[in-house]
């Protein structure tokens, strides 16, 4: 079973800290991709990233940086959490090949509360 | 840049009956594909449906289909015969084939089905 796992499913953390976000994948996926869901705004793309260390913005950077070291590994990071990054957080992934499945595999969210 | 617009915060339908989720974006480009997500309260996103523009034969997945009309940039979901497992956060979502294959979702729309 195709798998694309976060490392925490409830995360708290205070203003100011930094935070780690994980998500592994182990299908070979080229694409991995950082969003964030809020209620009324739907998911809006952060970064994503379609090799190893190379990275792209998506619509709403700010404030978030990631890491991807290894193919199956992309990191997202929040370098001072600040209250108004206090959402639910979804690492998906993708093939890059057109003819294979291009449907997106996503994990089961983390929710991060930041106090 | 492309949107997704889902003017229908909730929706109610009973068992059985039959209900339609609206789906708008805009574009500029021809080729592209659009899908329905299912994000039930385990948060996990399920893929309901995909709809290739360049088919102009609309989707089906059992009970579920699609008025795709490319003309009108409109993309709707019928759920057929609905049954309590229907009942979820559905997103519509659009994607690109610029390098990456990143998704555009719109915000969502919430499914109660009563019985």
């Known amino acids: 079973d195709v798998k694309v796992t976060q490392s925490s499913r409830y995360l708290v953390k205070r203003t100011g800290e930094k935070v780690f976000l994980e998500c592994v994948q182990d299908?070979?996926?080229?694409?991995m991709f950082w969003y964030r869901q809020d209620p009324g705004l739907g998911l809006r793309l952060i970064y994503f990233?379609?090799?190893?260390?190379?990275?792209e913005k998506g619509d709403i950077p700010e404030g978030y940086s990631v890491s991807r070291e290894k193919k199956e590994r992309f990191s997202l990071i929040l370098e001072s959490a600040s209250t108004n990054q206090t959402s639910m957080y979804l690492c998906?992934?993708?093939?890059?090949?057109?003819?294979?499945?291009?449907?997106?595999?996503f994990g089961s969210g983390t929710q991060l509360s930041v106090l | 840049a492309q949107t997704v617009t889902q003017s229908q915060p909730e929706m109610s339908v009973q068992e059985a009956e039959t209900v339609t989720l609206s789906c708008t974006y805009d574009?500029?480009?021809?080729?592209?594909?659009l899908f329905w997500y299912k994000q039930p309260p385990s948060r996990q996103m399920i893929l309901v449906i995909r709809?290739?523009?360049?088919?102009?034969q609309n989707a089906t997945e059992n009970r579920f289909s699609v008025n795709f009309q490319k003309a009108a940039k409109s993309f709707s979901l019928k759920i057929s015969d609905s049954q309590l497992g229907d009942a979820a956060m559905y997103f519509c979502?659009?994607?690109?084939?610029?390098?990456?294959?990143?998704?555009?979702f719109g915000a969502g729309t919430i499914l109660r089905v009563k019985s």
């Open positions: 998906a992934s993708s093939t890059l090949d057109r003819a294979r499945n291009e449907k997106l595999f």
């Open positions: 299908m070979d996926h080229e694409n």
């Open positions: 990233s379609y090799d190893v260390k190379m990275k």
């Open positions: 574009t500029s480009e021809s080729d592209y594909y």
């Open positions: 709809q290739e523009a360049y088919k102009q």
């Open positions: 979502a659009y994607r690109t084939l610029e390098y990456g294959n990143k998704l555009v």
